[in-house]
């Protein structure tokens, strides 16, 4: 079963950077790591959910949100299949579940649905 | 940005209902919608997408329906597991999500 696991949680001061890592396992023989797109969704405590970004593992050509751009970086390491976000600048209204999700189809331009998704991270921004 | 619309906001139903919540584009995404059941401490999960099109191994009592702007999401009838928040979700331009829809027990 492939499964999306995402790297440990951390607390973050205001101003810094945080980085963090969604590594693709447990790969059917069927799925190749750079057939998917894979975003990037974050979810503030006790609301809802909000689109940050995409990269396409392949290319490693991105998309981002308007309202993260200039601040989002997501890049992708094949040979480990694994993608990453880094944010910079953190405010404290970065504080947030950030979640990594696979597109359902391959070949797909970054506009699809997603299947699969990864545990989560929590990042704190915190003085 | 299309903007995604979700009523109602809260639910309260009871096990055996039949549930319907409603998703509204600001523009027409076709049938670029996706659905997603969410609980507690849980990432999302994937219960309809194309609008109608049911995820493999969702059970049947969910379904998806419309196109253009305006979208349903109908559980047929409520089991206990069923209680949650749910999201819909356009990807027609970007990714857009409404604001959730928590069923909670009545």
């Known amino acids: 079963q492939m499964q999306l696991v995402q790297s440990g949680a951390g607390v973050k001061k205001p101003g810094a950077s945080v980085k963090v890592s969604c590594k693709a396992s447990g790969h059917t023989f069927s799925y190749t790591f750079t057939g998917h797109y894979m975003h990037w969704v974050r979810q503030a405590p006790g609301q809802g959910l909000e689109w940050v970004g995409c990269i396409n593992p392949n290319s490693g050509g991105t998309d981002y949100a308007q309202r993260f751009q200039g601040r989002v970086t997501m890049t992708r390491d094949t040979s480990i299949s694994t993608v990453y976000m880094e944010l910079s600048g953190l405010r404290s209204d970065d504080t947030a579940i950030y979640y990594c999700a696979r597109e359902i189809r391959d070949s797909s331009s970054g506009n699809d649905a997603f299947d699969i998704w990864g545990q989560g991270t929590m990042v704190t921004v915190s003085s | 940005d299309i903007q995604m619309t979700q009523s109602p906001s809260t639910l309260s139903a009871s096990v055996g209902d039949r549930v319907t919540i409603t998703c509204r584009a600001s523009?027409?995404?076709?049938?670029?919608l996706a659905w997603y059941q969410q609980k507690p401490g849980k990432a999302p999960k994937l219960l309809i997408y194309d609008a109608s099109t049911l995820e493999s191994g969702v059970p049947s009592r969910f379904s998806g329906s419309g196109s253009g702007t305006e979208f349903i999401l109908t559980i047929s009838s409520l089991l206990p597991d069923d209680f949650a928040t749910y999201y819909c979700q356009q990807y027609k331009s970007f990714h857009t999500f409404g604001g959730g829809t928590k069923v909670e027990i009545q």
């Open positions: 523009q027409s995404i076709s049938n670029g």
